[in-house]
């Protein structure tokens, strides 16, 4: 039996926990990391099944869905130092 939560371009978690908080992002919750696939790293949400491929990626920027927990403050702030960092190394 094929998982319903595989696979899909859309939040496919909306469809099982109905929606977040209007506004948010899965990017903004502790559910959503990064998943090491070799070459590459792959977004996941802990909450749905996934494969170490692209086929299971997780949008950071789908809409929440109703188990969405916002990350820890020092997180999110973490987050922005890395990417204001790259942008230093960028240019
Ligand atoms: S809000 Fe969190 S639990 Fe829900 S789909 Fe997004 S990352 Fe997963």
Redesign the pocket.
């Known amino acids: 039996m094929k998982n319903p939560l595989r696979n899909i371009r859309k939040?496919p978690?909306i469809q099982v926990?109905g929606p977040?908080p209007a506004g948010t992002k899965?990017g903004s919750?502790v559910?959503?990391r990064f998943v090491g696939g070799g070459t590459k790293n792959y977004p996941k949400?802990e909450?749905?099944y996934f494969t170490h491929t692209a086929k299971s990626d997780?949008s950071s920027r789908?809409p929440?869905?109703g188990?969405?927990e916002p990350k820890p403050a020092s997180a999110e702030s973490k987050t922005a130092k890395n990417v204001s960092n790259k942008a230093k190394n960028v240019s």
């Open positions: 939040n978690c926990w977040g899965c919750c559910f959503h949400c909450k749905r997780h789908f929440t869905c188990r969405y």
